[in-house]
């Protein structure tokens, strides 16, 4: 990381061998709980971001070991070239260790990378129990070298402020974005499918006026325009910075770089390429995007290379692997010969009028009403599920609070068809929605 890089947000990966903890560390540390609010419905998947504020700001936290689903248990020599993207992608790392087995030979040589990034290294040492001293313990890893060094029992709850602290003490300091003027737009997607051939495009585009330079942070370039007199920003990412890496590396680099533009934005543009089909790495993208609530439009770009037209091929496999991003729209580009580029700054302004509106109490009780009538739960443990009130408490995304008995017995599924059901009622087709059930609704909860 160079130090005069402006940074618009601090990402604070873990990392570490499998079974030492990670998964139950970032479940402890983040404040969006999974069970009702967070979880993305019908992705087979755990989420990998979450966030912590304190006074001195919000940091995001990364769960690695959520990047590889498929490999519970990755090779040492993925493991390694994961601390090295980590070192580069995220400003704080967190390496765990477990304190009831020795330190392990690959422990030494993640260490070895670690060590000359050491002042945004937080050395954890998971696993120290009740019963177990926390200092006598931690000091037996004092051998390591590394100056921060945190014990801690996650599944115990036991010291996690102190990491918080540490965190926070590591972080370093954001650059507050420029005054919001319009929406702001992200293309975001695999390295190579033409997002900053779009961006170029799309600047270049005679209806588009630039209204000054482009402003470039860590991995973001930013560049705020107007088309007809509305404004806009539009932001890509920086890309691949070092020469020579493994694909991993770069699906990984990839979604740190994600993670980054997506904050700070309204609306992401997840680009696919004609020629190939949707991959697992474009699924995890598009999960990014659905967990942080984002709008979101889906660009099959490169159509110029097309010999046939075949459109409705690609919507069926983007409805069958994307199935979890239904709200976003598909929409047909190609940046090199400047095609759907007017189509991409309606469907823009669609979404993100329904992100941002407002709905009366009245309406909204009416269609409570209506959907209360009609909702059968899919799921079994479900039919105890009694839906009481429902409340708007935010826009951009919209957010209902909704009042429930036995809210906790929902599944994944019957959520996703509660938001369905929510949103042919209130004709909301393209936008997240979020929602917060819980058994009583508050007065704080009230806007
Ligand atoms: N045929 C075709 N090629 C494209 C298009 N957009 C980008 N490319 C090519 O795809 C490659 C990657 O493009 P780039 O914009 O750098 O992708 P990025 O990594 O997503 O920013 C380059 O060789 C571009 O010339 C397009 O719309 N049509
Ligand atoms: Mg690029």
Known sequence: MSDTAKIRQVLVPIVGRPNVGKSTLFNRLIEEKRAITGSTPGLTRDRITGTITSDNGTVTLVDTAGFQPDHPAPSPGFILNQIETMVEEGEVILFVVDATTNISQLDREIVKKLRPVQERVVLVVNKVDPGRDLEVTAADYYELGLQHVVPLSAAHNRNLSELKEKIFELAPE?????????????????????????????????????????????????????????????????????????????????????????????????????????????????????????????????????????????????????????????????????????????????????????????????????????????????????????????INPVTFALEADNPSHLTASDLRHLRKLLRDQLDLKLAPIKLNIVERLDEESEE
């Not at 690609?314 to 189509?343: D, M, Q």
């Not at 039919?383 to 708007?392: A, P």
Request: charged share 30%; with cysteine; hydrophobic share 40%.
């Open 174 to 394: 954001v650059f507050a974005p420029p005054e919001k003027t319009g929406m702001r737009i992200a293309l975001t997607g695999r390295p190579n499918v033409g997002k900053s051939t779009l961006f170029n495009s799309i600047l270049g585009y005679d209806r588009v006026m630039v209204s000054e330079e482009p402003g470039t942070t860590r991995d973001v370039v930013d560049v705020a325009f107007s088309v007809d007199d509305k404004r806009y920003h539009l932001m890509d990412t920086v890309g691949i910075r070092r020469k020579s890496r493994v694909e991993e590396e770069v699906e990984e680099a990839a979604v740190m770089q994600t993670l980054r533009s997506l904050e700070g934005c309204d609306v992401a543009c997840l680009m696919l390429d004609w020629n190939d089909r949707v991959n697992k790495q474009d699924q995890r993208l598009a999960g990014l995007i659905v967990d942080r609530y984002r709008g979101c439009m889906i660009l099959v770009n490169k159509t110029d290379e097309a010999d046939e037209k075949n459109e409705k091929n690609w919507r069926n496999h983007i409805a069958e692997r994307l199935h979890f991003l239904k709200y976003a729209p598909v929409l047909f580009t190609s940046g090199k010969e400047r095609r759907g580029l007017a189509n991409i700054f309606a469907t823009a302004d669609a979404i993100y009028e329904q992100m941002n509106r407002r709905f009366e109490a009245n309406q909204l009780h009416n269609a409570f009403l209506d959907l209360k009538q009609r909702i059968t739960w899919p799921s079994s443990s479900s039919q105890d599920v009694i839906l009481k009130q429902i409340r708007q408490v935010d």
